[in-house]
């Protein structure tokens, strides 16, 4: 334990610092694109000629970075799952420039993949010559913990997801194993609170009182998320294999941006970049309906699977929680009678547990966007059916294909 504690701090500070400053390069860049430059030639950043024009655009850049970069900018998020083994050091500028690239240009992704994918190759680079008595797969579970920590805010979903893989005897408690990981994910967390506040709590109104009805409730919501997100489950393997027959990564990225352009038009500049924002965006709105919403939901759903089908490097979790909040505010808005909390959080579970596969993390996830606790005894509950639901189901991936 003592062994990890000083390379788990460093490991999530670090991991916090690469996160701020790519998120830092990314907002400024966004700005430029989505409000500087537009309105320097008179065009609204709402416009259909911008949103159409703005996306094919970066999705030409990317693919030429794809293309022609070393490495081809990292590994396709959507065949690699969020945690795997250090890529190649060399890989790694250009998958940073993708991604900033994406982040800025509006693609519908979040950066948790490509942060992901650069935070354990660096750590395990730069640690294994520091620190050479620590296994490359400590490094990676270091890394990843920290990496989740800074993103999400949740130090003890990261530690407990890997408490159970971090290397070691059977004999050593479930402490020993949960201390190194939880160090570094709760330095991620508190060196991007310090830099950085995502917000991803939303202004729902409080959950004072646990009621039976709730849960059945609560059940139900999870199902209608999970079944939505079944259906991207369906998609994007075939939609992938489709769009990789064309080889060239510039066409398809190309096809792909011009795609999300068109779904930009219709569900409007909300349904447009990471989703964070936007989530916030959407939950303050006095204007919307429940059509409104179910729009948002959709078009957000298919803008991930096009988006994470044309090889943008980005991940699916934040969109995930904003499809989630989508379909939350809808059904409560169809059924008032079911608070607001319980919609949102138990539509948030739902879907990130379908992107992810991972309980900790959606049930954390759900908590901090929706913070109350008297919401955690049902969410616990809610993730049994929910969970159910999922066994044996294909993960949320694309198959890989010969070149």
């Avoid at 000629?49 to 590994?75: D, E, K």
């Avoid at 991207?232 to 190309?254: D, F, Q, S, T």
């Avoid at 948030?348 to 991972?358: E, F």
Wanted: net charge neutral; aromatic share 8%; charged share 10%.
């Amino acid at each position: 334990m003592l062994l990890l504690s000083l390379p788990a701090l460093i490991i999530g500070v670090a991991s916090s610092l690469v996160l701020i400053a790519s998120m830092k390069v990314a907002s400024v860049f966004q700005q430029f694109l989505w409000q500087r430059l537009p309105a320097s030639i008179g065009i609204a950043y709402d416009s259909p000629f911008w949103i159409v024009g703005m996306l094919t655009l970066t999705g030409i850049v990317v693919g030429l970075i794809i293309r022609y970069s070393p490495g081809h900018a990292g590994p396709d998020p959507a065949i690699e799952p969020l945690i795997s083994m250090p890529v190649s050091p060399s890989a790694l500028p250009g998958l940073l420039l993708a991604l900033i690239i994406g982040l800025a240009g509006g693609v519908s992704l979040g950066p948790e993949h490509p942060i992901m994918t650069i935070n354990i190759a660096l750590a395990a680079a730069f640690g294994s010559r520091l620190f050479p008595r620590i296994t490359a797969l400590d490094w990676t579970i270091l890394a990843s913990a920290g990496t989740i920590g800074a993103l999400f805010g949740t130090p003890v979903a990261a530690a407990l997801i890997f408490s159970q893989t971090l290397s070691g005897s059977n004999d050593i408690p479930m402490w020993d194993r949960l201390f190194a990981p939880l160090m570094a994910a709760a330095a991620g967390s508190l060196t991007t609170s310090l830099f950085f506040h995502p917000h991803f709590s939303l202004p729902i109104a409080h959950y004072t009182q646990m009621r039976l009805v709730d849960i059945a409730s609560g059940a139900i919501v999870a199902a209608i998320a999970i079944a939505a997100g079944m259906v991207a489950v369906w998609c994007l393997p075939r939609l992938h294999e489709l769009l990789h027959r064309l080889k060239n990564p510039v066409l398809i990225l190309g096809i792909g941006g011009f795609i999300l352009g068109i779904l930009g038009v219709i569900g409007g500049p909300l349904t447009l970049f990471k989703g964070l924002d936007e989530m916030q965006q959407m939950a303050f709105s006095q204007t919307l309906g429940a059509g409104d919403y179910f729009t948002l939901a959709v078009v957000k759903l298919a803008a991930l699977v096009i988006a994470a089908a044309s090889g943008f490097r980005g991940g699916r979790i934040f969109p995930a929680v904003f499809i989630g909040a989508a379909l939350g505010l809808m059904l409560h808005a169809h059924v008032e009678a079911v608070p607001a909390a319980i919609t949102v959080s138990c539509a948030i579970l739902g879907l990130v547990l379908v992107v992810t596969r991972d309980g900790w993390l959606s049930l954390f996830m759900a908590a901090v966007v929706v913070p109350d606790t008297n919401l955690l005894p049902l969410l616990c509950i809610v993730m049994l059916p929910a969970w159910l639901l999922l066994a044996g189901k294909p993960l949320l991936a694309a198959n890989r294909h010969e070149p």
